[in-house]
Each structure stands twice: as C-alpha cells, then as structure tokens.
C-alpha cells in the first residue's frame, strides 16, 4: 500500500522559513516517480508548485522561484520543500504528489497546512 505523508506545516511570520517534509512507504521515488508539491489556497484550485524527477531535476513555479527549494533523502524515502521568504500568499494546505514514470499511477498526501501570518 502506498502512502505520503507530509509534516512540518505551521504558523510563521512573513519573510520566515519552513521546511516541509513528505515521507514515502511502499514505493522508491528515486528510481521509477516524479514528485511534486501542490498547494491550495482556501476557496481556490490546487496549483503546482515544485518538482523532482527520478533523475534529480527540479522545476518550481514562478511565483516561487528563487525562494523554494525541493529536496530529497533517498535513504529515508523522504522529500522536501525549503520554503524562505515566505509571504502571505504562500499560505495553503501543501500536497506532496508521487507519478510513477510511463504510467497513469499517481498517489497524494493528506496535506500539511502552512500559514504566514503577522
């Protein structure tokens, strides 16, 4: 069975720092899927923010370029989204996402709340 979690959500005041965490069991990101991190903001749809294929390489969207980072432990199956600068519009519940590769397999976290607020 296949599960993300996602932790590391919380409270934080503009131009603070968090780093949120999507722990894997039952697949091995590295090798076969593409992560992702999506958020949603209340009242609006959910909007791709970063990802990390299998190979290593990392896209973000652009109203995140610059101050987010994607990362990932292999030896944990854990990834992870540095977040700095963090504005008032950055605030959402966050959604890690996992896409096996050749395939229309994909699987979702329960999502973690971040909120920047003064």
């Known amino acids: 069975q296949v599960q993300l979690v996602e932790s590391g959500g919380d409270l934080v005041q503009p131009g603070g720092s968090l780093r949120l965490s999507c722990a894997a069991s039952?697949?091995?990101?590295?090798?076969?899927?593409?992560m992702g991190w999506y958020r949603q903001a209340p009242g609006k749809q959910r909007d791709w923010v970063a990802t990390l294929t299998h190979g290593g390489i990392t896209d973000y969207a652009d109203s995140v370029k610059g101050r987010f980072t994607m990362s990932r432990d292999d030896t944990k199956n854990t990834v992870y989204l540095h977040m700095n600068s963090l504005k008032f519009e950055d605030t959402a519940v966050y959604y890690c996402k996992a896409s096996r590769l050749f395939s229309r397999d994909e699987y979702w976290g329960q999502g973690t709340q971040v909120t920047v607020s003064s």
């Open positions: 039952g697949i091995f990101f590295s090798t076969y899927y593409n």
